[in-house]
């Protein structure tokens, strides 16, 4: 059976984390700030609600997308050993390419959705690939 779900309605239910910092993806301790809405494809659609800054990650198995839903955030992709920065607000998104080192700097308030593929590496230090 088909389910609708009410993106507003899961992330008022989440826990604004205040100064979040890329080591928080290895502790826990950002739990309660994400959500899993729904699987889909090879991958899950989760919605967050933080500020601060997030890791480096990239997914092999597919492009992500990501919804700044409210708030704005900085997505910062690597390539070629270069950073562009690509400033969100709520209302905008992005697609990030299959493979592709990116992050999250300077968030506020950010309420955001992630259609992610699975796996997903991470790295605290700026990746050399």
């Not at 809405?37 to 990501?66: K, M, Q």
């Not at 700097?105 to 796996?119: A, D």
């Amino acid at each position: 059976m088909v389910e609708k779900k009410s993106l507003t309605d899961i992330v008022q239910g989440l826990t604004h984390l205040a100064g979040r910092t890329p080591a928080m993806a290895f502790d826990g301790v950002a739990d309660s700030a994400f959500a899993k809405v729904a699987p889909y494809r090879n991958g899950a659609i989760s919605v967050g609600y933080y500020s601060g800054n997030t890791e480096w990650e990239r997914h092999p198995g597919g492009d992500e997308i990501v919804m700044c839903m409210d708030g704005h955030t900085t997505v910062v992709l690597l390539a070629n050993g270069e950073q562009q920065r690509i400033d969100l607000k709520a209302g905008e998104l992005v697609v990030v390419p299959q493979g592709r080192w990116h992050r999250f700097e300077n968030s506020v308030r950010l309420k955001v959705m992630g259609v992610t593929p699975e796996p997903t590496d991470h790295s605290l230090d700026l990746p050399q690939h």
